[in-house]
């Protein structure tokens, strides 16, 4: 079945780059998309790209796509206090219909 | 426009009781998925609403868990008998159509605890 991996953690320092980095297994994947999840609210969609597309960028945040190796990442440049939330990479499932969903990169910024 | 309504954002409940949370989706949205998010276990999808039918009620948990959709637009899920493990947010999306190109649009969820 599909599967969506992340790594859980990242910290950076306010005004550096982040990279949150995802991995999905179905190859068949259309759209990809990126969720961010403040405490106690619920997924709010960043951004989302279309698998014949190898970067998208909109404003701070640029999505690297790259489909050989079925990886996927979130570029978010100066970064700020204001972006330390959970960032969620999801895949549609195989009928086309619901997400299928990375645990979650937890991204802590410290000023 | 309003986006995505849950009710309540919280419930507290005893084990054995019976819950019902309740969605209202954006106006015109077709589709509406319920997602359980648990501690250290990531967002769990649930079940995935068409208009009124449930083409998809795969990740239901068990036969105590239930979901209906009226009208084409509000949802509720119940769950009898509930246990302390059902424990989570209860998290209701919508999108414009079931299909690839339609982002789905959060409620900020219910936190359900189950003393």
């Known amino acids: 079945g599909e599967d969506v991996e992340q790594s859980l953690f990242l910290s950076v320092r306010e005004g550096d780059s982040s990279v949150i980095n995802c991995t999905y297994t179905d190859s068949s994947s259309t759209y990809l998309y990126w969720y961010k999840q403040e405490p106690g609210a619920g997924l709010q969609l960043l951004t989302y790209?279309?698998?014949?597309?190898d970067m998208k960028q909109d404003q701070r945040l640029t999505v690297l796509l790259n489909k050989k190796d079925k990886h996927l990442s979130l570029r978010i440049a100066d970064t700020q206090t204001g972006d330390s939330a959970i960032y969620f990479c999801a895949e549609r499932d195989q009928a086309g219909t619901a997400l299928i969903f990375g645990k979650g990169t937890t991204l802590s910024v410290s000023s | 426009g309003a986006g995505v309504s849950q009710s309540p954002s919280n419930k507290v409940t005893e084990k054995g009781k019976d819950v019902e949370l309740r969605c209202d989706p954006i106006?015109?949205?077709?589709?509406l998925y319920w997602y359980r998010q648990s501690l250290g276990q990531g967002l769990e999808f649930l079940i995935y609403f068409q208009g009124n039918s449930a083409p998809d009620k795969s990740g239901l948990p068990s036969d105590r868990f239930s979901a209906e959709r009226t009208g084409g637009s509000v949802s509720t899920l119940t769950i009898q008998r509930t246990q302390q493990e059902d424990s989570a947010v209860y998290l209701c999306?919508?999108?414009?159509?079931?299909?690839?190109?339609?982002?789905?649009?959060f409620g900020n969820g219910t936190r359900l605890t189950v003393t």
């Open positions: 999306a919508s999108s414009l159509q079931g299909n690839y190109n339609s982002p789905l649009h």
């Open positions: 106006s015109g949205h077709t589709a």
């Open positions: 790209i279309f698998s014949n597309m």
